[in-house]
């Protein structure tokens, strides 16, 4: 397996993370044509209930776009090595609450689109895995504080 | 609750905190966590150099007051 060296795998995932809040920006402005091609693929017409699926997207792309603020501010903190502290136990938790909001965004999406049902549970599962996540660091940063108090 | 009672070992002996990290070998930072009462554990060996540099006994330096 290809591993690449920690310095230049950061400065991977936070230009990752950029190019993501690049592209989800983007995908504001052309949302509603996304919309429509989309259902033109599915032979569906554009009726009322078109508005509500433009809500529902704008608001998955607004919660995309905070949980990637806070994985880019996360990833600067682990490029100045400050890994094991209680703000990145709190970034961690606003990322995986991040995943749960947008699983209960998808859910409601999942009523127009069946297809939404499944990454509603995508998402969940991401959110729990990251609850975990922010549980061995909060662990991590405890042994940490407990380590750089014994003299 | 363990209390530290270095800086009384230290104005018995005379001794400042600058020499006493120079003796002991440990940084001016952790020793000042050690006299602040802020340190959550202290290592053998540390305890043995703080006790041979203010040549004294380790309840001099440890001491046990109930909370």
């Given at each position: 397996?290809?591993?690449?060296?920690?310095?230049?795998?950061?400065?991977?995932?936070?230009?990752?993370?950029?190019?993501?809040?690049?592209?989800?920006?983007?995908?504001?402005?052309?949302?509603?044509?996304?919309?429509?091609?989309?259902?033109?693929?599915?032979?569906?017409?554009?009726?009322?209930?078109?508005?509500?699926?433009?809500?529902?997207?704008?608001?998955?792309?607004?919660?995309?776009?905070?949980?990637?603020?806070?994985?880019?501010?996360?990833?600067?903190?682990?490029?100045?090595?400050?890994?094991?502290?209680?703000?990145?136990?709190?970034?961690?938790?606003?990322?995986?609450?991040?995943?749960?909001?947008?699983?209960?965004?998808?859910?409601?999406?999942?009523?127009?689109?069946?297809?939404?049902?499944?990454?509603?549970?995508?998402?969940?599962?991401?959110?729990?895995?990251?609850?975990?996540?922010?549980?061995?660091?909060?662990?991590?940063?405890?042994?940490?504080?407990?380590?750089?108090?014994?003299? | 609750?363990?209390v530290i009672n270095l800086d009384v070992m230290m104005a018995k002996r005379k001794m400042s905190l600058n020499e006493l990290s120079e003796k002991v070998?440990?940084?001016?930072?952790?020793l000042s966590?050690l006299k602040n009462n802020?340190?959550?554990?202290?290592?053998?060996?540390?305890l043995d150099a703080i006790c041979q540099a203010l040549d004294c006994k380790v309840e001099d330096i440890l001491e046990?007051?109930?909370?």
């Amino acid at each position: 397996m290809l591993k690449i060296p920690n310095k230049i795998s950061i400065w991977l995932s936070i230009i990752l993370s950029v190019l993501f809040f690049v592209v989800l920006v983007a995908s504001c402005f052309y949302m509603p044509l996304l919309i429509y091609v989309y259902m033109s693929l599915k032979g569906a017409t554009v009726t009322d209930s078109t508005t509500e699926i433009t809500i529902i997207a704008y608001a998955i792309v607004g919660v995309m776009a905070i949980a990637d603020i806070l994985l880019f501010i996360l990833l600067q903190r682990v490029r100045k090595s400050l890994v094991f502290t209680n703000i990145s136990v709190a970034l961690i938790r606003g990322i995986s609450w991040c995943a749960v909001i947008l699983g209960a965004l998808f859910f409601v999406l999942g009523f127009y689109f069946l297809i939404a049902f499944a990454i509603t549970f995508a998402c969940v599962f991401l959110g729990i895995c990251l609850r975990v996540t922010k549980n061995v660091i909060e662990e991590a940063t405890a042994i940490k504080a407990e380590n750089d108090f014994t003299i | 609750m363990i209390v530290i009672n270095l800086d009384v070992m230290m104005a018995k002996r005379k001794m400042s905190l600058n020499e006493l990290s120079e003796k002991v070998g440990i940084t001016l930072a952790n020793l000042s966590i050690l006299k602040n009462n802020k340190a959550k554990a202290i290592r053998f060996s540390t305890l043995d150099a703080i006790c041979q540099a203010l040549d004294c006994k380790v309840e001099d330096i440890l001491e046990y007051r109930k909370e």
